[in-house]
């Protein structure tokens, strides 16, 4: 079993830059590929990063693409994402999930486990 939990949201200006961190208990971490979620108020649940297990392989959504950086430290049991250029449509709360799947699954349904979230807002 795998438990997470996400940190470095907070409250920035439009063009601003968060660190988000989602920190992975159990021996098996780094057997999982790791996805980035988001959900913003009255919006689905929805898919923005992910990376495979060895990190080899990444993934974004297009509308994220160019300013969001997926990457993990396996030593660390850690999954970061580096959120650079921050837009007023990307205020939503940040969740990680770890599937035991290849290559990182986009449908939430394949995802075992979830974190808590952390709240990411973005000011105009």
């Known amino acids: 079993q795998v438990q997470l939990v996400e940190s470095g949201g907070g409250s920035v200006q439009a063009g601003g830059s968060l660190r988000l961190s989602c920190a992975g208990s159990?021996?098996?971490?780094?057997?999982?590929?790791m996805g980035w979620f988001r959900q913003a108020p009255g919006k689905e649940r929805e898919f923005v990063a992910g990376i495979s297990a060895r990190a080899g392989m990444t993934h974004y959504a297009d509308s994220v693409k160019g300013r969001f950086t997926i990457s993990r430290d396996n030593a660390k049991n850690t999954v970061y994402l580096q959120v650079n250029n921050l837009k007023p449509e990307d205020t939503a709360v940040y969740y990680c999930?770890?599937?035991?799947?290849?290559?990182?699954?986009?449908?939430?349904?394949?995802?075992?486990?979830w974190g808590q979230g952390t709240q990411v807002t973005v000011s105009s």
């Open positions: 159990g021996r098996t971490f780094s057997s999982y590929s």
């Open positions: 999930a770890a599937a035991f799947r290849y290559p990182p699954p986009v449908a939430l349904a394949l995802y075992d486990y």
